[in-house]
């Protein structure tokens, strides 16, 4: 089982840049398939980013271009670097790794995928206009 601690979450003005960190501990660490997730008031939670075990990424389409993710593999942590952010960014956003490590990216994106991860406890972004 792989224990998963987010960090870098915060409070932006609209056009600001952050940066998320995913430690990860246990299992296979952040050597598998990584991925952050989002949820916000009222919405469902949904894919935002992933990274593969050959380092393959996928980005939401709502955040393609502004969002990037990324893997220190040696130190079992990944990013989630976020610029341009906008309001409608604002969410608690989750870190979680793939249950079967050979998860392709793409696969992250998938309907129901919830059980098919390990996950953190999330941090809060908050972007103001």
């Known amino acids: 089982q792989v224990q998963l601690v987010e960090s870098g979450g915060g409070s932006v003005q609209a056009g600001g840049s952050l940066t998320l960190s995913c430690q990860a501990s246990?299992?296979?660490?952040?050597?598998?398939?990584m991925a952050w997730f989002r949820q916000a008031p009222g919405k469902e939670r949904e894919a935002v980013a992933s990274?593969?075990?050959?380092?393959?990424?996928a980005h939401a389409d709502a955040v393609s271009g502004r969002f990037s993710v990324s893997r220190d593999a040696p130190k079992n942590i990944v990013y989630l670097q976020m610029n341009s952010l906008k309001p409608e960014d604002t969410a608690m956003y989750y870190c979680?790794?793939?249950?079967?490590?050979?998860?392709?990216?793409?696969?992250?994106?998938?309907?129901?995928?919830?059980?098919?991860?390990?996950w953190g406890q999330g941090t809060q972004v908050t972007v103001s206009s």
């Open positions: 990274i593969d075990s050959y380092g393959t990424t």
């Open positions: 246990g299992g296979t660490g952040a050597r598998g398939c």
């Open positions: 979680a790794a793939a249950k079967t490590w050979y998860m392709e990216a793409i696969q992250a994106f998938g309907v129901n995928m919830e059980g098919h991860f390990y």
